[in-house]
Nanobody
Framework: QVQLVESGGGLVQAGGSLRLSCAAS????????MGWYRQAPGKQRELVAR???????IYVDSVKGRFTISRDNAKNTVYLQMNSLKPEDTAVYYC??????????????WGQGTQVTVSS
């Protein structure tokens, strides 16, 4: 069982910054890629940024140039540095990890979510 624990959300004024962290724990698994999604009230969950299995990064257009995804493979941790935050970035941010277990079963796990609120 792979568990993801997120941290770093909060309330910030427009133009401010936050850094989200997501740590994967458990045993007997390997992670192929990790990423961040968000869901605003009344909207569908959308991709924010993620690493691909090839090691490249993908960002939704609305955050390009403002958000940066990074990772520490040794710690199975992924980060999302969010700068120049806007009120429209307000959402619950979820971490996602895809990989394979020791039993060669693929998985896609989600964290519990962390609230990011940007005030104008």
């Amino acid at each position: 069982q792979v568990q993801l624990v997120e941290s770093g959300g909060g309330l910030v004024q427009a133009g401010g910054s936050l850094r989200l962290s997501c740590a994967a724990s458990g045993s007997g698994f390997s992670i192929d890629d990790m990423g961040w999604y968000r869901q605003a009230p009344g909207k569908q969950r959308e991709l924010v940024a993620r690493f691909t299995t090839a090691g490249s990064t993908i960002y939704v257009d609305s955050v390009k140039g403002r958000f940066t995804i990074s990772r520490d493979n040794a710690k199975n941790t992924v980060y999302l540095q969010m700068n120049s935050l806007k009120p429209e970035d307000t959402a619950v941010y979820y971490c996602n990890a895809k990989g394979i277990t020791a039993g060669l079963v693929g998985f896609s796990s989600w964290g519990q979510g962390t609230q990011v609120t940007v005030s104008s």
